[in-house]
């Protein structure tokens, strides 16, 4: 019972879809990449993200399989700065975007623009700009670690000693560099992982994608990607990234996209998609809520208070860009009436957005 209150790889053309071997697009000259140094921890400052200059534009692009539509009119924008989220159900057309990135596939229509430069124009647009990792991503069995490594940076143009060298700084930031000379065939799927992860940042590109990044890895180097996605992003690369963990999504990402069926279902920031600006819950251990006071907030629009669950959920004033201060005064007002409060959280949660844009998807069809 509630009560409510109101107050006024190297990029190809592969036509077939399915497990791609690792390659990365290629590393800008050096005036092009922000300064990095070893380590999993970077001091340089987060960039802002810069919605007018987008790293990635994908203007109504429509790809098909035959009589399947697997994306349809898609149209979405990563700007530079941003960790992007890429969410949906299995078979929502996320794969495919990527492919269509990187090059592994052609669109039926539309239009894709990496940096400003058509992708049409081939590797020529990605070499120096963009990294991927596959979802199903494989290594090459028979090839030791770091000659792999290597042969990918070699690719895109780093010299002898310059690609070891590079090969051997992400191998030492995903915690492989003790693999160098292991046959990649005798790697585990988390260790194949990460490597994976660290052939996609070769070269420092602009943009990098990465498609199930965590997906089969255990917490510690969940943890571990996690943070080297943050630093790399600290040094300047702009990151569109899938994953079914929307927990960490929701922590890692400024701006997500959510897609179904191959068409967008809505985006936003993140702050948008949760409410966590205009919607607060309050979790108490008391069986009422101050209403009256509760109402002569300035910052409170609606409220409800669910006794079952002692929850208090709180809708904000519209215009309010920055909640805490809200915050503060309702949970002032609570304990001047003698509520005890057991948590606060913002918004509603991806999870539950995501939830609820497939069940209104469902409900449609």
Known sequence: MSTETENS?????????????????????AAEVPGSDDGIISTVAVPH????????????????????TALDSLTMTVARGSIHGFIGPNGAGKTTAFSLVAGFLRPNSGDILICGRPAS???????????????????????????????YARLQGFSAAAAEAEARKWLERVGMIQ???????????????????????????????????????????????????????????SILVSSHNLAELE??????????HGK????????????????????????????????????????????????????????????????????????QHNVLIGGVSKGHGLEAKVISLNSDSAAGE
């Not at 790889?9 to 000259?29: C, F, K, L, W, Y």
């Not at 660290?198 to 997906?215: H, K, N, Y």
């Not at 936003?268 to 949760?274: D, K």
């Open 179 to 237: 693999s160098w000379d292991t046959r990649c065939g005798a790697l585990s799927h988390g260790m194949s992982k990460r490597v994976g992860i660290a052939q996609a940042f070769l070269g420092s590109p602009r943009l990098v994608l990465l498609d199930e990044p965590t997906a089969g890895i255990d917490p510690a180097n969940a943890h571990q990607i996690r943070e080297l996605i943050r630093t790399a992003h600290s040094e300047g690369a």
């Open 121 to 151: 124009e081939g590797v020529d647009c990605r070499r120096g700009i963009l990294g991927i990792l596959p979802q199903d991503a494989r290594l090459p069995a028979k090839d030791k670690v770091g000659e792999a490594l290597t042969f």
């Open 264 to 335: 967008v279902q809505t985006q936003g920031t993140l702050a948008e998609l949760t409410s966590a600006s205009s919607e607060i819950r309050i979790q108490t251990a008391s069986d009422a809520v101050p209403e009256e006071a509760l109402a002569n907030l300035w910052a409170v629009r609606t409220f409800t208070f669910d006794k079952a669950s002692r929850t208090l959920t709180v809708t904000l004033t519209s215009g309010v860009t920055s909640p805490e201060p809200c915050i503060n005064e309702i949970l002032k007002t609570l304990i």
């Open 9 to 29: 790889m190297p990029a190809g053309t592969d036509e077939t879809p399915g497990n791609t071997e690792t390659a990365a697009a290629g590393a800008p000259s």
């Open 251 to 260: 922590a890692l990402c400024d701006y997500a996209t959510i897609l179904d």
């Open 49 to 68: 993200r810069d919605a007018s200059n987008p790293v990635l534009e994908m203007r109504s692009v429509t790809r098909r399989y035959g009589k399947l």
